[in-house]
């Protein structure tokens, strides 16, 4: 074989393309790229308004609740969220009977918080749970409580006491909460609506119309008797006031006629003959009309003076 077909593999490496360099530069580059994938994919950001808890093989070794850049060992660590701020659960509608034993459906909503992630987790696990267990505790206590109500104390906006209730049975729900340790707060309890069951809704109406009708009736009957009062009192006041002012006016008038009496007698005095023929003319007047017939001696005084005889 000729020394020219022969071809020296060093020389052409030397001047060629050297492959063991790059494929060295590939695997430094992939283990490059996987470091920091496996770093990236291991780092964690904790923001404001939630925890951040670290399980390892499911157990909780860490919580994170400062905002910020964390990190978890890779493979090993799992990390979940929590909410930090306050949430609104609205409670599923429950029938109750009140003192009085009637029956209604109260409709409830609750703020609240996770104050303790770790106990939470370890007795309620889950936020739902978590929720579940709050909303027993609510009915427990809300069922409790207005059964030492009345019907119309809860429903009447007057008599009602929801204000210093709803704390009460805020009160209370924490106590059953932090008992139990379940590590979460509640901020308010509070009643939405209160409503009939569908069944008692229309007697329930029925006896509430009666019931207005009574109250009517009975409003209508103490007017009456208070307008037979005031009639009876304003009749006796009259009647007085009428009694005293005729009394009054029969001693003004008798009081006239005894100072007229002595007028008359003081004038008629000073002259009886003109006092005579004064009564006697005044008595004319009551005796004698267009139609008198007077038949009278002819030497009465009355026929003196009709014939003129004067002396």
């Known amino acids: 074989m000729s020394d020219q077909n022969v071809i020296d593999m060093n020389e052409r490496g030397g001047n060629g393309f050297n492959g063991r360099s790059y494929i060295k530069l590939g695997i430094f580059a992939v283990v490059v ?36 850049i964390s990190f ?15 949430m ?29 992630p770790k106990l939470m987790i370890s007795n309620a696990r889950t936020v739902v749970n978590a929720e579940s267990r709050m909303e027993e505790f609510i ?8 059964g030492q109500l009345n019907y119309d104390e809860i429903i009447n906006d007057e008599k009602s006491s929801r204000g210093s209730l709803n704390d009460r049975i805020t009160e209370k729900v924490n106590e059953l909460l932090e ?8 901020t308010d309890v509070r ?10 809704e229309q007697s329930v109406f029925t006896r509430m119309i009666s019931e207005r009708h009574s109250t009517a009736q009975d409003y209508l009957s103490r007017g009456d008797a ?8 304003t009749d006796r006041v009259v009647r007085e006031m009428l009694s005293k002012a005729q009394a009054e006016a029969e001693k003004i008038r008798a009081e006239g006629e005894a100072e007229a009496a002595k007028i008359y007698n003081s004038a008629f005095s000073k002259d009886p003959e003109f006092y005579s023929l004064f009564r006697t003319l005044e008595s004319y007047k009551k005796t004698i009309n267009d139609q ?9 005084p009355y026929a003196r003076l009709l014939m003129g005889y004067t002396e």
Do not use: C
């Open 88 to 116: 609104t659960y609205d409670v599923t509608e429950a029938e109750i009977n009140t003192k009085d034993k009637k029956r209604m459906i109260i409709d409830n909503y609750a703020v609240w918080r996770i104050e303790d």
């Open 191 to 200: 009643i939405k609506r209160t409503d009939l069951p569908v069944e008692n």
């Open 292 to 300: 008198t017939v007077i038949v009278l001696p002819s030497d009465s």
């Open 72 to 86: 978890k060992i890779p493979f090993i660590q799992s990390v979940t969220s929590l909410p930090k701020y306050q």
């Open 33 to 68: 790229i996987g470091i920091l994938a496996l770093v990236l994919t291991n780092v964690y950001v904790v923001k404001e308004g939630e925890y951040k808890v670290v399980r390892q093989f499911g157990e909780v070794v860490r919580i994170d609740e400062t905002p910020g």
């Open 179 to 186: 008992n139990d340790k379940y590590g979460i707060v509640v």
């Open 226 to 233: 208070d307008k037979n009062k005031i009639e009876a009192e």
């Open 139 to 146: 009915y427990s206590v809300v069922r409790t409580e207005l």
